[in-house]
């Protein structure tokens, strides 16, 4: 288990090196990219519903998934603390200070794209980086999403 709470950690840093355990455990690990906080389905909730739900089938198949989810409401808290700093606009801390420390660890290998990612900010940013990390992006079909929730 984490040696650390995460409810604790004050920095995105702190919050990677938390992940960072988890995936140092996983050793090598897909994750489920997609739209949370900008664009996709237009709310966060149910943006992470797609991303859980997408994550969950994806290890019934066997395939190691990195749960970036677990995370989101210490990103969240970590966000708002950000702006009640006075900053505006994307909350970049979040992509350079926590994922791009999970990226260059190289323990993700696979990043399988949700339909829709050109609508976020962060995910547009992931698939950009991703390659230049040595993680390998896998587009998944709108159809066979949709037979998820059905």
Not at 66 to 81: A, H, M, R
């Amino acid at each position: 288990m984490m040696e650390k709470d995460p409810k604790m950690v004050s920095s995105f840093e702190g919050l990677a090196e938390l992940a960072l355990s988890q995936l140092r455990i996983l050793e090598q690990c897909s994750i489920v990219c997609g739209p949370i906080s900008t664009g996709g389905l237009g709310s966060v909730e149910k943006n992470i519903e797609i991303i859980k739900v997408v994550s969950d089938y994806l290890e019934s198949t066997g395939i190691r998934i990195f749960n970036n989810i677990f995370y989101e409401k210490y990103i969240v808290k970590l966000k708002n603390e950000w702006e009640s700093e006075g900053n505006t606009g994307y909350c970049t801390p979040i992509l350079e200070n926590f994922y791009l420390a999970l990226y260059k660890s190289g323990h993700i290998k696979i990043a399988y794209f949700l339909p829709g990612w050109e609508s976020s900010y962060g995910a547009s940013w992931e698939r950009n980086i991703l390659p230049k990390c040595g993680v390998k992006i896998i587009d998944l079909e709108q159809s066979k999403i949709q037979l998820l929730f059905t």
